[in-house]
């Protein structure tokens, strides 16, 4: 893997590609005398939207990383697992419920509904455990697609439908300042995951191992469905589902560096912001002036990937 | 010291460990034999927490293993079952390493490094240190293992067949180094194992099992006898002595 420096290096490069790309015109230039209009694309438009890709990449991709440990599994992600779908039918019953509701309510709702899937999921998982480690991640799609089917009834049922289309496709053209901000939340439980790192790579172990090594399984378990279910919340919150990252970049960095948490750990954060970054980088100026919305293109790259995954699976997984 | 009161573990209504109570002698190598079913890896796992009893109990250190604090169990065990064997990608340091969990927490501290060292010296897998535990053959991945167990450090070490997927060198390996950790290292150890020659050349005390019960228990030179034998298993097993080692013959 690069260095630490040249990872930053890298990162900072594309990220400052990120900022100058757009339909409204300003170079790096004009930074040292933005008029009024060119200030207020810079700082409510184009600085959150690098600041959510970032967070909302790095974090997603651990989240993956953690849940792929505490399940045993190399094909489960937020996305694989229905965690996301969930997250949206928890948005959707919080915005019928609680009309007008703050999103640190709906990140909330959110979260306590795909915590409840999740660990319906898990129990499905149990009871078909033993069996192909393939046919887990296509349990939790198989699930997470009547999940979002109900979202979706609902949402069509109480009209909002609309509002419900950009929870459907994330898209970080729509995030402006004071609208994201909650998915700032993702930072501390990604240090939060690094301080428990190595409890997941022991999860990760099995449970017997875990056990005689004095841990409590379960704990552990469960506090690593809570972080990947608020992290997935924030990000379904704040700017929509995004898709695959944490199914793709934890498995390609396992490849090289194996599936040790706090060696992957840094690596994983960034290749899922660096993906993310170019991934929206791209869908920005394929079709310039106009957008394909990242979940498009995540979903393209993602499921390509995630087949080779599948086809290879007997050597990694 | 390890002993059990009265231990049953039943699976619905099907006993598999029935009324056991024993007391094991410490600083000694320790062998339960017995077929296959016959309850050896379930008393180990009960004496270990991994499952627990259904009636009675196992103590450790006059101490009941359910009232121990795990962590605080997990620096005076070590257990390496029969299925805690895992493929996960990680490095045969990695794994090593995390023997040291229970004491370490997981910052490893100049200690930790050292017994690190030793255990891989001591396996004499340094040279595998590098490599991801799912590209190692199922031998050098029980090395592995075993490497982790010593690494642990713990006054009890309770090994679930470890001879398993081991050639001849690195088993008689494994179980010289075994006996030389009972001996001079007062560690005590348990194992199950099935060939009953490693017994007979190892163990200093055996533990037989038949039907979920102890049905013979005594030093190795007790209980390595062609009728006891033979009833434990159920075969014809002669005994030879070879420069006075006995030898079992059952191969018919």
New interface residues.
């Given amino acids: 893997m690069l260095a630490p420096f040249l990872q930053i290096l890298i990162l900072a490069a594309c990220s400052f590609c990120s900022l100058f790309v757009g339909v409204a015109d300003i170079s790096p230039l004009d930074l040292f005398s933005l008029s009024g209009e060119q200030s207020g694309i810079f700082f409510v438009g184009r600085l959150p939207r690098l600041c959510s890709i970032l967070v909302a990449g790095s974090s997603l991709a651990v989240a993956g990383l953690i849940m792929q440990r505490i399940m ?1 599994n190399k094909f489960v992600s937020p996305t694989t697992a229905g965690t996301m779908q969930w997250c949206k039918l928890g948005v959707v019953i919080a915005v019928v419920c609680l009309p007008g509701a703050s999103p640190i309510l709906r990140v909330g709702a959110a979260c306590a509904v795909s915590l409840l899937g999740t660990f319906l999921f898990l129990a499905i998982v149990n009871k078909v455990r033993g069996q192909s480690a393939v046919l887990v991640p296509l349990i939790g799609i198989m699930l997470g697609s009547v999940v979002d089917a109900g979202a979706t009834f609902f949402a069509y049922k109480f009209d909002i439908i609309q509002n419900m289309a950009s929870w459907l496709q994330g898209n970080f053209s729509l995030v402006i300042a004071g609208k994201y901000e909650l998915l700032y939340l993702s930072v501390p439980l990604m240090f939060l995951a690094y301080f428990y790192a ?2 997941f ?2 999860a ?3 449970k ?2 875990a ?6 399984h379960a704990a552990i378990v469960n506090a690593g469905l809570l972080i990947v279910a608020l992290v997935s919340s924030a990000s379904v919150v704040g700017v929509g589902n995004i898709p695959f990252v944490g199914l793709i970049v934890p498995n390609v960095l ?1 490849i090289f560096k ?3 948490v706090k ?1 992957i750990l840094w690596d994983c954060a960034w290749l899922g912001a660096l993906l993310v970054l170019i991934c929206d980088i791209a869908g920005r100026l394929i079709i310039f002036p106009y957008e394909i919305p990242i979940g498009v293109i995540l979903s393209v790259a993602g499921a390509a990937v995630f087949l080779v995954l599948i086809r290879s699976g007997r050597r ?1 997984a | 010291m390890i002993s059990t009161e009265s231990l049953s573990k039943k699976y619905g209504d099907k006993f598999v460990l029935r009324e056991v109570s024993a007391s094991l002698p410490e600083n000694k190598i320790t062998a339960f034999i017995g077929c296959n079913g016959a309850g050896k890896s379930t008393m180990l796992n009960i004496i ?3 499952i627990p009893a259904s009636e009675g109990c196992a103590f450790v250190d006059g101490k009941k293993v359910s009232e121990w ?7 005076n065990l ?4 029969q ?2 064997h ?1 493929s ?4 045969v340091e ?1 794994l090593v390493a ?2 040291r ?2 004491h370490s927490g ?1 910052s490893l501290a100049e200690r930790d490094f050292e017994m690190v060292e030793r255990a891989l010296k001591m396996t004499g897998i340094e040279d595998l240190r590098g490599r ?1 535990i ?1 590209e190692l053959s199922g031998g050098q991945r029980q090395m592995a293992h075993i490497a982790m167990s010593i690494a ?1 450090d713990t006054k009890y070490i309770l090994l679930d067949e470890p001879l398993n997927n081991l050639d001849m060198s690195r088993s008689v390996k494994i179980m010289k180094l075994l006996r030389k950790l009972a001996r001079e290292e007062s560690k005590t150890i348990l194992i199950v194992i099935h060939d009953i020659n490693f017994v007979s050349f190892y163990a200093d005390y055996i533990v037989a099992l038949k039907d979920g019960r102890v049905k013979y228990e005594g030093s190795s030179e007790a209980v390595m006898k062609s009728e006891i034998l033979s009833d434990i298993y159920g075969m014809r097993i002669e005994i030879e002595e070879y420069k006075g080692k006995k030898i079992c013959v059952y191969y018919q």
């Fill in positions: 045993q190595d409890y790579t022991i990760g172990m099995g017997g191992t056990l005689s090594l004095g841990l409590n396992a194996g599936d040790g060696n990694y | 270990s927490r991994l604090d795990s962590r605080k169990l997990a620096q070590a257990i390496l079952g299925n805690s895992n996960a990608r990680i490095s990695d995390f023997g969990f229970p997981g991801f799912d642990q």
